[in-house]
T-cell receptor
């Protein structure tokens, strides 16, 4: 597609379940980012990939969060043993090098 | 430390009014970039503008204009003759040179334009 695609758009999980969120960036974009946006807040940086290399994961809130981009295109953000505080919108963005970030519509996670 | 403050949580105006969204930033660096993004109800963040810290010229794009003032660390955004379609959450964001990829966002200003 022409833009950044994220799935699922909505996910409801019971506390303790594992979830996986997928991001399909714009074709050819080298850089990929994950952001977490809590209700009523601005997005907060989670992690950054350049091709398949994860260059910065300083924003991941705990070791329950894991991201990968094995072939340098599609990325998956995995959250293990979800907690209520993980409820948020998870935004993926991609860019061509240091250029403008293009964001997807996000995956809204609700943990009950 | 980097910080972006958008003190206005929510603004409501009537269509055709002008509205200014405030943004104040904190930075240690002399080289940085400032951004504005729009987030409509669909959720995706739409890029509006990027400014380099060395370029203090104000910019106008149609009904949108931006006022960058280094002396007050502000990068305000004005919408002239607002329209209902301008209703969205607007975020100001910042990147420092030594972290040329990590956007720091403000908490956003929700703009409601009433017909």
């Amino acid at each position: 597609g022409a833009g950044v695609s994220q799935s699922p758009r909505y996910k409801v999980a019971k506390r303790g379940q594992d979830v996986a969120l997928r991001c399909d960036p714009i074709s050819g974009h080298v850089s990929l980012f994950w952001y977490q946006q809590a209700l009523g807040q601005g997005p907060e940086f989670l992690t950054y990939f350049q091709n398949e290399a994860q260059l910065d994961k300083s924003g991941l809130p705990s070791d329950r969060f894991f991201a990968e981009r094995p072939e340098g295109s599609v990325s998956t953000l995995k959250i293990q043993r979800t907690q209520q505080e993980d409820s948020a919108v998870y935004l993926c963005a991609s860019s061509q090098g240091a250029g403008e970030l293009f964001f997807g519509e996000g995956s809204r996670l609700t943990v009950l | 430390a980097q910080k972006v403050t958008q003190a206005q949580t929510e603004i409501s105006v009537v269509e055709k009014e002008d509205v200014t969204l405030d943004c104040v930033y904190e930075t240690r660096d002399t080289t940085y970039y400032l951004f504005w993004y729009k987030q409509p109800p669909s959720g995706e963040l739409v890029f509006l503008i990027r400014r380099n810290s060395f370029d203090e010229q104000n910019e106008i794009s149609g009904r949108y204009s931006w006022n960058f003032q280094k002396s007050t660390s502000s990068f305000n955004f004005t919408i002239t003759a607002s329209q209902v379609v301008d209703s969205a959450v607007y975020f100001c964001a910042h990147i420092e040179r030594d972290s040329s990829y990590k956007l720091i966002f403000g908490s956003g200003t929700r703009l409601l334009v009433r017909p």
